[in-house]
C-alpha cells in the first residue's frame, strides 16, 4: 500500500539507528510502561516532512493515515503524549535531527556551499495595508531597545495616564 520508495522507510531507518538507553533508564520500573520514544520520534520527522506541527493533527494522523499507522506500529498515541514528548525530551529530538544532516552529508544528499534568504515579508500590523520586510522590522526593534537601554530614559508619571497620542508612543516612532 505504501510505495517502496517513500520517505517513511527513511525515517524509520533513521529513528532505528538512534540510541535510547538513557529513555530506557529514565522510564524503566513500575506502572504502565511508557510508548518508546522512537513512535513518537518517528511521527513527529514524519510531521516535520509534511509540514505538520500540531500534536492534534498527528494524533489524528497516526489514526487514519497509512504512513502515520506505520510509522507508529499500529499504535495511537494521544496528542497531549506526543506534546508532552516533544516537550520533555527535546534533546532525543535534536539528536535525531543532527543524525539526520550528518547521515544527508555523509550520502552527499546535502550541499551548504551556497546559502540565501528571500524578500519575504511579513505583516507589521493588524491592518492588511501594513507589510515590512524582516529586516525593516529588526531595525525597528533595535532602535526601540536602545532607546529603553538608555540611562536618561524615564518614563513620566503624567504619561502613565495619558490620551491616545501618548508620550511613550511619539518618543518610539522618533527613534
Known sequence: MIPEDHICYLVESIVET????????????????????????????????????????LAKNARENVVYIYLSEKLTPDFRTISDFRKDNSDIVKEALRHTVTLAREEGLLDVTHLST????????ASNRRVGQVSFLVGRCKRRQNILKQPSFRIPFQALYASSSSWLSQVLNEA
Request: charged share 30%; no cysteine.
Open 18 to 57: 538512534l540510541d535510547f538507553t538513557t529513555f530506557d533508564k529514565n522510564y524503566s520500573g513500575a506502572g504502565h510502561p511508557a510508548y518508546h520514544p522512537r513512535i513518537p520520534l518517528k511521527i513527529l520527522i514524519m510531521g516535520v516532512l509534511d509540514r505538520v506541527r500540531s500534536s492534534r493533527r
Open 118 to 125: 528571500d524578500g519575504t515579508k511579513k505583516r507589521t500590523n
